[in-house]
């Protein structure tokens, strides 16, 4: 079994910056994939960025050359580091653990609120 824990939501005014923290415990050998989605009120929950355990990333279109994941092996966390805020950005954050973006090894999380102000 997988446990992940998500942090450092917070309010920031547009234009600023915040990191995301998924640290990660239990069975993560078998890890492969790890994502971080968001869902502002009223909409579909949405992949933002991915990393797989070779290191491979992808951004979604709307956060491309403003967010970027990484990871930290020795911590067994995943961070989303996150420029440039935009309101639209608003949303709760959640990460999620897979052997691949389909095959998930937890459930959601209660997330991290990020909201940004205009």
């Known amino acids: 079994q997988v446990q992940l824990v998500e942090s450092g939501g917070g309010l920031v005014q547009a234009g600023g910056s915040l990191r995301l923290s998924c640290a990660a415990s239990?069975?993560?050998?078998?890890?492969?994939?790890m994502g971080w989605y968001r869902q502002a009120p009223g909409k579909q929950r949405d992949l933002v960025a991915a990393?797989?355990?070779?290191?491979?990333?992808n951004y979604a279109a709307s956060v491309e050359g403003r967010f970027t994941i990484s990871r930290d092996d020795a911590k067994n966390t995943v961070y989303l580091q996150m420029n440039s805020l935009k309101p639209e950005d608003t949303a709760v954050y959640y990460c999620?653990?897979?052997?691949?973006?389909?095959?998930?090894?937890?459930?959601w999380g209660q997330g991290t609120q990020v909201t940004v102000s205009s």
């Open positions: 239990g069975s993560i050998l078998s890890i492969n994939f």
């Open positions: 999620r653990a897979g052997r691949n973006q389909f095959q998930f090894l937890t459930g």
């Open positions: 990393i797989t355990g070779a290191g491979s990333t």
